[in-house]
């Protein structure tokens, strides 16, 4: 009889690990919505909990599309979560889009990403700081980040950088290019940091960080080479008077 009821609960719980395993993700989608935020909107579900494909998100003014996922299975013998995740369309500069690693421990709660890269339009990330700069943009702002883990308020460790690509601006006689900057992402006491050196044509110098909520701080300097357009000198000259180094100063 012991044997019998052991060999029954066997029978159930494996049942249930391959209902588990075998269950759409719209299914889970489905159970899920209730307890998401009201602002995060999802488009048609396909595929299931370890392979899958959200077609469209959206949570307020951030839109995603072709949101994929590939769970690795023998990653949780470790006692981790770990998904292959890719989202939007590289070649479309006009759309956020990414991929990377994305890391659960299921009995420490670390989350994590790792070999990530995420693109966005440099003009929305513009828009979205509100720079005091009359000035139309486009170009890719590029996230590649080789280690991060989520602590309070916003990290605990971060490695990476920050650049902008094919970056373009519009004068008054018209679109001229910008070289590439590039910055230094890091974690410092639970804030996200980044630092620009001054050695490009810009010479523009950031030190930011984001502390909280409505909490970033941005401090620096922009000092164009005198081979920019004339148009870039006349646009930074919106920030104020230069100090006795000819630099303009960014305080947001």
Known sequence: MKKTAILTGLFLVCWVFFIICLMPAYVVGTLAKPYLPAQLKLGEITGSIWQGQIAQLAFEQTHIQK??????????????????????????????????VVG??????????NNTQVRLPLADMITALKLPLPVSVKGQLIADISQYQLGAPYCNTLAGDLLTKD??????????????????????????TLN??????????????????????????????????????????????PDEQGRYTLRF
């Open 67 to 100: 949101l994929a996922w590939d769970i690795t299975p023998t990653s949780l013998l470790l006692g981790q979560l770990n998904a292959k995740v890719t989202f939007g369309q590289a070649k479309d500069v006009a759309q956020l889009s990414g991929k990377g």
């Open 104 to 113: 659960y421990g299921i009995f420490s709660g670390a989350l994590t990403l």
């Open 167 to 192: 970056v373009s601006v519009q004068g008054f006689s018209g679109w001229f290019t910008v070289e590439s900057l590039i910055g230094e992402l890091n974690c410092r006491d639970g804030a996200v």
């Open 196 to 241: 620009v050196e001054p050695d490009n044509e810009l010479g523009l110098e950031i030190d930011a960080s984001v502390q909280g909520p409505n909490q970033m701080k941005l401090a620096g300097f922009i000092k164009p080479a005198a081979s920019m357009p004339k148009d870039v000198h006349n646009a930074v000259k919106f920030l104020g008077r």
